[in-house]
């Protein structure tokens, strides 16, 4: 296929599953969309054990494009700032303080927590993976791709659960900033591997993280206010042309993030934050309320549910050689590593909140809501694809424990947080 035809493939499945899911299914869009992306992947397999060369056009469509790439360059920078505009920026600022600790916090705690963790199990004869060769940084990597939660599904499910303002806040908030944060530990982690640990200083480490987050802050922020100022100088004349501002500032973050090695995914979200400033209707101020009106948030609730559409028809399709290479014996492995991922994410979203409990309050089981409807998604399977093919075998058993743990947080966390909620 040419990249028309795959253009034109995806939307039409986008569709269709969308279609299936809102008259048939009636599950919460994310959810239901991975259960159709799910028995895709089973009816590609079935049919191909009496069609080998339908399996291998399947496979195919996967190799023309790195997932990887797909999703972090392009994907997620339009579903982050999305994300972002939709938030209360009003009220992120008031709790900017318990977010950005529930996001560092609980990222770089549950990296050390399950990769630790996973290194231990896998160390264990009784389920004879010792040949692995999983090592301690390789577990850590693990660690760091499955600890940032999905904002796009966590954001889908919260609009719908009639949360208090200040608890959908804090955990929409969350959700957006630990992405940046995770992925950031991810790369730290992923150059110690590259380039050898015994060639990595303390200095180095520190000095990459602080070039990922300090300049991909400033660099959202900077684009953000030139957008603010663009958008404020164009007023509601031309509704066209504040879409075309916000695309084309999207387009430009990946860029010169890449230049400077800067987080794209944190100065996306720093800049739709900066944008977001027409969601207190209650303050009537000159500026963007008049500049950004409904149009613009309209074209990205589409673009994000388009978006979120092909992203499940791609995990689906990109399973299909990870499910061809699985084993029967990886079912305890994949449960103890789901619970060893919840246990480590709770423990990272109740320390914060018990240490700003002193001065702060918080709803009666805030941070079992919070655990709880930590999602995983498409970034953890993208980051799991981007590893490095030095690991080994060990890089199929990963890909392995990420889909089983992204299969467990959607379907089964998603599937009852509205009654733990309740």
């Given at each position: 296929m040419?990249?028309h035809?795959?253009s034109?493939?995806?939307?039409i499945?986008?569709?269709?599953f969308?279609?299936i899911?809102?008259r048939?299914?009636?599950l ?9 992306a799910i028995?895709?992947?089973l009816?590609?397999l079935l049919?191909g ?7 291998s056009?399947a496979t195919?469509?996967t190799?023309?494009f790195?997932f990887?790439?797909?999703l ?7 579903l ?7 938030v ?8 900017k ?5 529930l996001?560092s916090f609980?990222v770089i705690f549950s ?6 963790g996973l290194?231990?199990i896998?160390?264990q004869?009784?389920?004879?993976l010792?040949?692995?060769g999983?090592t ?8 760091a791709?499955i600890?940032p939660?999905?904002?796009i599904?966590?954001l889908a499910?919260?609009?719908k ?5 200040i608890t959908?806040?804090?955990?929409a908030g969350e959700s957006l900033?630990n992405?940046g944060?995770?992925v950031?530990?991810?790369l730290?982690l992923l150059t110690?591997?590259?380039e050898g640990v ?8 520190s000095?990459?993280?602080?070039t990922?987050?300090i ?8 684009l953000g ?10 007023e509601?004349e031309?509704v066209e042309l504040?879409?075309?501002i916000t695309l084309?500032?999207?387009l ?12 794209a995914?944190?100065?996306v979200?720093?800049?739709g934050?900066f944008l977001?400033q027409?969601i207190?209707?209650?303050?009537k101020?000159?500026?963007v309320?008049k500049a950004?009106?409904?149009y ?9 549910e388009?978006l ?5 028809i ?14 029967m014996?990886y079912i305890v492995l994949?449960?103890?590593?789901v619970?060893?991922?919840?246990v480590?994410?709770g ?5 914060p909140?018990q240490l ?5 309050v918080f709803e ?7 655990t709880w409807g ?9 980051l799991a694809?981007n590893l490095p093919?030095?690991i080994?075998t060990g890089?199929d058993l990963?890909?392995?424990?990420t ?8 379907l089964v966390q998603g599937?009852t947080l ?5």
């Amino acid at each position: 296929m040419n990249l028309h035809e795959l253009s034109a493939f995806l939307l039409i499945l986008a569709s269709l599953f969308s279609i299936i899911n809102l008259r048939i299914l009636k599950l919460p869009h994310t959810i239901g969309l991975m259960v159709l992306a799910i028995v895709l992947s089973l009816v590609v397999l079935l049919t191909g054990l009496i069609m080998p060369d339908f399996l291998s056009m399947a496979t195919s469509l996967t190799e023309q494009f790195d997932f990887s790439v797909l999703l972090i360059d392009v994907m997620l920078p339009f579903l982050l700032f999305a994300g972002a505009i939709s938030v209360d920026v009003h009220e992120l600022l008031k709790d900017k303080v318990t977010i950005l600790l529930l996001a560092s916090f609980g990222v770089i705690f549950s990296t050390f927590a399950v990769g630790t963790g996973l290194f231990w199990i896998v160390s264990q004869p009784f389920l004879g993976l010792t040949g692995v060769g999983l090592t301690y940084v390789d577990c850590l990597l693990f660690g760091a791709l499955i600890a940032p939660t999905d904002p796009i599904a966590v954001l889908a499910m919260v609009k719908k659960m009639n949360l208090s303002k200040i608890t959908e806040t804090r955990i929409a908030g969350e959700s957006l900033f630990n992405d940046g944060i995770g992925v950031v530990v991810f790369l730290t982690l992923l150059t110690m591997k590259v380039e050898g640990v015994e060639n990595i200083t303390a200095a180095s480490v520190s000095m990459l993280f602080a070039t990922e987050v300090i300049g991909g802050v400033l660099l959202g922020a900077g684009l953000g206010f030139l957008g603010l100022k663009l958008v404020e100088y164009i007023e509601n004349e031309h509704v066209e042309l504040e879409v075309l501002i916000t695309l084309s500032l999207v387009l430009l973050v990946p860029v010169i993030a890449h230049v400077f090695h800067f987080s794209a995914v944190l100065a996306v979200v720093v800049m739709g934050l900066f944008l977001n400033q027409n969601i207190d209707t209650d303050k009537k101020t000159d500026g963007v309320q008049k500049a950004m009106g409904d149009y613009v948030y309209k074209f990205w609730h589409l673009v994000d549910e388009t978006l979120n559409a092909i992203l499940f028809i791609l995990i689906g399709l990109e399973i299909i050689p990870i499910l061809q290479n699985f084993e029967m014996s990886y079912i305890v492995l994949i449960v103890l590593v789901v619970i060893l991922v919840v246990v480590s994410r709770g423990i990272g979203v109740i320390l914060p909140i018990q240490l700003l409990s002193i001065k702060q309050v918080f709803e009666k089981n805030t941070a079992l809501i919070i655990t709880w409807g930590g999602l995983r998604g498409g970034l953890s399977i993208a980051l799991a694809l981007n590893l490095p093919d030095s690991i080994g075998t060990g890089k199929d058993l990963i890909l392995i424990l990420t889909y089983g743990v992204v299969l467990f947080t959607i379907l089964v966390q998603g599937l009852t947080l509205k009654k733990i909620v309740k």
